[in-house]
């Protein structure tokens, strides 16, 4: 899986300039047809994407090019689960939450849950990309939360902050730099995968 610009129109013009490359080698993908269409609820509704399959010039393996609004295996976009995911941070309970976001209470606890299992770990993940990025460390470092999950929430953001002040993606949501940068894997099984660096 590989995550990618929202607009189609940029993932096609980043495939014709052989400028996406293959997870597994790291060959260059080319056009391979379309993936199944999918409806995400977003923060203003429902969205529908068709994500492009592309397949490696080296190894042929195919790929299924996720757009970054997206992630693996939820029916909410990455930024409605940030959302989330932020309130739990702050010490909201799953059934406010789910009111507050107008989705299922069994829906956050999914997330919840999955969140808290990896909170440790993810916050670890962020931080060391955040290391990697931040010129100023002192001033992106987040303090300690009080709980493993808002601690692994100010980790993902802080990561996010670092990101677009050295990327230039001053315009780009938290959210998905995250799901950019974990490529759609944040409550996916096996994430965080070790020490790997983001993928931008
Ligand atoms: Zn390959």
Not at 23 to 35: F, I, Q, S, T, Y
Not at 174 to 179: H, N, P
Request: charged share 20%; proline share 6%; net charge positive.
């Amino acid at each position: 899986m590989v995550t990618v610009e929202v607009t189609a129109a940029a993932v096609e013009q980043r495939l014709s300039a052989g400028e996406l490359s293959c997870p597994d080698c790291g060959g260059v993908l080319a056009r391979w047809g379309w993936g199944r269409s999918r409806s995400l609820r977003g923060p203003g509704g429902v969205v529908v994407v068709r994500p492009r399959r592309a397949r490696c010039r080296s190894c042929e393996a195919t790929h299924i090019l996720l757009p970054v609004l997206s992630l693996v295996r939820r029916a909410d976009t990455a930024e409605v689960v940030g959302a989330g995911l932020e309130l739990a941070a702050a010490g909201w309970g799953s059934r406010w939450i789910a009111e507050r976001l107008g989705r299922p209470v069994t829906t956050v606890r999914g997330w919840l849950r999955c969140w808290s299992r990896r909170a440790g770990r993810a916050a670890a993940v962020f931080t060391s990309w955040l290391v990697a990025l931040a010129d100023d460390l002192a001033a992106v470092l987040p303090s300690p939360a009080g709980t493993a999950v808002a601690d692994a929430v100010c980790a993902a953001a802080g990561f996010a902050f670092a990101a677009r002040a050295r990327l230039g993606m001053l315009k780009v949501p938290t959210w998905l730099l995250v799901s950019a940068a974990c490529r759609g894997c944040l409550l996916a099984p096996g994430w965080p995968w070790g020490p790997a660096r983001p993928r931008m």
